[in-house]
């Protein structure tokens, strides 16, 4: 049978072949039914097509001046072909406009600021504007038959302004500053102005946008009963554009053309709709005069197809729309599709909270969660028509809806709840870690529960739409104002969810809160839909169970809003409209740790405190000082213990992290509270434009950089600004962390900074090889370090404490990496991370699963390109300068034996790394990293229960580190298991005073 089925088919295409090639066919005009044949689909689609072909081709060689809708229209009845190709241009409509959005809310972010409050300004005007425009065309959307052109001209409306905005966008920033500078704004003033200056920008193409559902609905409907069924597919299709503009835009656009020529990419698309809209207004409104005229005359083939649908139609009962009507405020309706609105942009703030919880917030993030928001909504709007398109009372069932996703928003709170173990079984679902994997897993546990609310509120919205259009003639007006409401009410949801009920409710409460909202306007839908359908047994029953749902206690076991458990006690929680802080005590001890979003920020005793005194240590007089970032308050503590600094900016875009930095005064000397520390809160790169004051020092702590919006203070735009902050003699520290960097990414970043500042070098942070940090060092002069000056400002007591190195200048100097001159070959082909081209921000979290060996890459790979250093002064007398160069020689030769015993470590190789410690503390045995490097190795063997060989390297630890308060506990605690008493009790009082 199959070759048999195959032999016909082929047959069918050559005479299909034939007929297009001669035009002279011999077909029979009907197929005979075999039952039970599996190809009868095809053989009837493939002579159906051969017919079609046939009859076009004799009329075209009748007359030639037939047109191709002429022939269409008077055999087959070209609505059909008609609406497919506006379905597809509003498709291509809907793929461009969502393109927009992303691209333009990316830079209005890097123009005003990367905070919530930043961001959600942009999008609340770029929301009015699409309210506005539906309300504003749905008015004058009257006449059908001039539909396509005006929607032609909609749409080059969008491609042009689109276009201005291109070409202006560059002198926003400019702009921005300037009034910023000349009214001295305040923070509402200045939220005022980003709102105003978005909405002017924005408000031309997002009116058009906004218009062109109401503009189409009145083209497409042209009869009542099928008023929901066509809203469906035109607002189902276009919301699948959507979609599709925003998984292509997150994932390939942005990153391989560049913002730029996305939006150039977008316009084209537009002037393409544009232009195929305006050439087949003709055609359409010819099919319009004709159905004014009367019903055109079919094929005989279509004419019984068509009998029979309406013999079957016939059978059914028929159904008035009027009928159904109820006596009901048109006003009421409106109010439910803000409704709706308002729940649906809620849920998507609050969901997106949730998931950035459990997952890394990285771009990707936010790109699959609205591709699965719009795709749900799509399928819900496109499976109207088989669904709910008969069913009498349109009001009832859209209450019904309301009240399924309220009910599943409640059960949303239990998938997230259980999500974290999942998530935490290291790619169960698919194998190993991997990038791919993770965007596999990522999209299947936002597809489980984003894709039945989304489906309902699909399906929502032609049904409150047919339950308020009354009229053919009112169809435009009737969709722009139910558009306009959702849109409106979409504004508010998004505002009450990130600024209140995530802040004052925390996220848990806002479902609930939004759930009952759902399902209250959804009863009260049911209710006033009539009396005859009323609620009902299911409506009582759900209502029923929802409540035993909430108060059985199962919602109050969990919290949702706190993230994964990540061991510990939490001191203190807070759920912030920028992120969830949580500061966790380690069980059985005292340290403590940070986090934002479950990303960890600092630990006591961490080496962040480093962050904060090497940068000025290495400037000769540092007055003024910007941090950026506050975290817990570490680096800005360390600034503020230098005597000469007189004044400390610091912003931080995190409100909450002003509260936490009481758990780490110890760490931070209570930075807070010292007269010279002046705190902003806002984004790090728009308060550098912003701010007129200039600065000694800049420090930039370290950002992750696979968070998303962090890419940005990573790119040549931020380092000319940080630039142009700086006096003259200034230097700017940008922190890094190598192991969150793959090696590609980090050469990005360096050769970035590289291109900015004249003069640049590379120092390590720590001699951590699995955690390792680097310090990048900019000015404008080469930097020249004194021993003696240097020897002198490490002799301020809060240095003594902080540092190890603090009595040997040259210990400090060991950690040099290199200098501009001998990155040449290390950054040789490295891509620049620029505002057009954000490499890092989409980069960076493909890696997130090689941390571990990428840290030792990096850790490697500047042990290879290491030098002395050699930046001393001039003047310094001859030999004194031969002195500095011969003790720097030794120290260099001795530090590189200790960094290669590092990565010994790191690699699990534990008698090379005592091998190379042994080596180096024969060059050089005053290298006080010594000490940390011996106390790991006797940690590490003590951890195993090795206590001989824990003791041997913890009495040497505490030998080249007498500070090292760490060495003397664990070898208080080696003593007193070995029973030496009073040894342990000594050790134990030397930790004590290291303390001190």
């Not at 102005?193 to 946008?209: E, G, K, N, T």
């Not at 030794?890 to 690699?907: Q, V």
């Amino acid at each position: 049978m199959f070759f048999q089925d195959s032999f016909l088919v082929s047959y069918r295409l050559q005479l299909t072949a034939r007929l297009l090639l001669t035009g002279r066919p011999q077909l029979k005009r009907s197929v005979p039914r075999r039952s039970g044949d599996s190809s009868e689909e095809i053989f009837r689609i493939s002579h159906g097509f051969t017919l079609i072909l046939s009859d076009f081709l004799k009329s075209i060689s009748k007359n030639s001046r037939s047109s191709t809708a002429d022939f269409f229209y008077n055999n087959y009845n070209v609505t059909f072909f008609m609406k497919i190709r506006i379905l597809l241009l509003f498709l291509a409509s809907g793929f461009s406009g969502l393109v927009y959005e992303i691209v333009w809310v990316k830079l209005f972010s890097l123009s005003f600021g990367n905070t919530i409050y930043a961001v959600s300004t942009v999008l609340a005007a770029f929301m009015l504007g699409l309210s506005a425009g539906g309300f504003l065309f749905g008015k004058v959307s009257t006449k059908r038959d001039e539909g396509l052109r005006l929607f032609a001209f909609m749409e080059g409306g969008v491609a042009l302004s689109a276009l201005a905005i291109v070409l202006f966008f560059p002198f926003l920033d400019s702009l921005y500053v300037y009034l910023h500078h000349e009214f001295s704004l305040t923070p509402e003033g200045s939220t005022l102005l980003r709102f105003l200056s978005s909405f002017v920008i924005l408000l031309v193409p997002s009116l058009l946008m906004g218009g062109t559902l109401p503009v189409l609905s009145r083209c497409l409907i042209h009869g009542l009963d099928l008023a929901g069924t066509e809203i469906s597919r035109l607002y189902g299709i276009n919301t699948f554009g959507a979609c599709l503009g925003c998984f292509v835009t997150g994932y390939f656009l942005i990153p391989y053309l560049g913002t730029t020529h996305t939006q150039y990419l977008a316009i084209a698309v537009n002037l393409s709709v544009a232009a195929i809209a305006f050439a087949g207004q003709k055609d359409f409104a010819g099919i319009y005069l004709s159905e004014e005229a009367g019903a055109p005359a079919v094929h005989d083939s279509a004419k019984q197809g068509k009998k029979k649908k309406q013999k079957a139609k016939e059978k059914e009962p028929v159904i008035s729309l009027e009928a159904t009507k109820q006596p009901l405020s048109r006003e009421l309706i409106l109010l439910f599709s803000g409704l709706a609105g308002f729940c649906g942009l809620a849920y998507e703030v609050l969901w997106t909270r949730a998931f950035s919880l459990i997952f890394k917030s990285t771009v990707y993030l936010f790109s699959n969660i609205l591709t699965v928001f719009l795709l749900g909504i799509a399928i819900g709007s496109l499976c109207y028509q088989k669904l709910l398109e008969k069913r009498e009372s349109p009001l009832r069932y859209f209450g019904w809806l309301q009240l399924a996703i309220g009910c599943y928003a409640l059960f949303s709170i239990l998938l997230f709840a259980w999500m974290p173990g999942e998530v935490g079984e290291g790619g169960q679902w698919t194998g190993a870690t991997a990038w791919g994997s993770h965007i596999l897993r990522l999209f299947a546990l936002n597809f489980l529960v984003l894709i039945v609310p989304t489906f309902l509120m699909g399906m929502a919205f032609p049904l409150i739409c047919k339950a308020y259009i009354s009229s053919v003639d009112e169809a435009g007006g009737g969709v722009g104002r139910m558009y306009s409401a959702n849109v409106f009410g979409g504004i508010f949801g998004s505002i009450a969810a990130g600024f209140f009920l995530i802040p004052v409710l925390g996220l848990q409460w806002g479902i609930i809160i939004i759930a009952f909202v759902n399902m209250a306007a959804g009863a009260l839908a049911i209710l006033k839909s009539g009396p005859r359908e009323g609620f009902g047994l299911p409506g009582y029953a759900m209502g029923l169970a929802s409540l035993v749902f909430l108060f059985s206690g199962i919602l109050a076991e969990k919290d949702i809003g706190s993230g994964p458990d990540m061991g510990g006690e939490a001191v203190y929680k807070k759920e912030g409209s920028a992120g969830t802080v949580k500061v966790v005590q380690e069980k059985g001890g005292k340290a403590l740790t940070l986090t934002v979003n479950n990303y960890h920020m600092a630990t006591t005793g961490d080496v962040a405190v480093r962050f904060g005194h090497l940068p000025l240590l290495f400037h000769p007089d540092p007055k003024e000082v910007l941090a950026i970032s506050l975290g817990a308050g570490i680096t800005a503590g360390a600034v503020g213990q230098h005597e000469e600094v007189e004044w400390i900016d610091c912003v931080e875009i995190v409100p909450e992290l002003v509260e936490t930095a009481a758990f780490f005064k110890e760490s931070n000397h209570g930075i807070i509270s010292n007269p010279k520390f002046h705190l902003a809160i806002w984004d790090g790169r728009n308060f550098v434009r912003t701010v007129q004051r200039k600065y000694d020092v800049i420090i930039s702590d370290l950002f992750q950089p696979d968070t998303s919006g962090s890419g940005n203070l990573y790119s040549r735009e931020h380092y000319e600004n940080c630039l142009a902050k700086l006096k003259p003699g200034g230097l700017m520290a940008q922190w890094l962390p190598l192991y969150q960097l793959h090696p590609d990414d980090l050469k990005t970043i360096v050769a970035t900074f590289a291109s900015v500042f004249p003069k640049i070098t590379l120092w390590y942070g720590d001699t951590n090889s699995s955690k390792p940090t680097l310090m990048l060092l900019g000015g404008r002069e080469d930097l020249q370090l004194a021993p003696d000056a240097l020897r002198e400002k490490m002799k301020n007591n809060q240095v003594r404490k902080d540092l190890i190195e603090w009595a040997d200048p040259f210990s400090l100097l060991s950690f040099f990496i290199t200098d501009q001159d001998g990155l040449k070959e290390f950054l040789k082909d490295a891509v620049i991370n620029t505002d057009e081209h954000p490499a890092i921000e989409y980069s960076a979290p493909k890696h997130i699963w090689s941390r571990q060996s990428d840290a030792v890459k990096n850790f490697r790979e500047f042990s290879h390109i290491r030098s002395s250093f050699k930046g001393f002064p001039e003047s310094l007398p001859a030999e004194d300068r031969s002195k500095a160069l011969e003790k720097t020689a030794k120290y260099f030769e001795g530090r590189s034996l200790l960094l290669k015993g590092r990565i010994a470590h790191a690699e699990g190789d534990f008698q090379e790394e005592i091998k190379q410690y042994q080596r180096s503390e024969a060059v050089n045995p005053s290298d006080p990293y010594l000490g940390f490097s011996n106390f790991e190795l006797g940690l590490l063997y003590l951890q195993q229960g090795r206590q001989r060989e824990a003791l041997r390297f913890l009495e040497k630890a505490a030998a080249f580190a007498p500070q090292l308060p760490e060495a003397h506990y664990y070898l208080s605690k080696v003593y007193s298991d070995m029973g030496e008493t009073g040894k342990a009790e000594k050790e134990y009082g030397l930790a004590v005073e290291a303390l001190k």
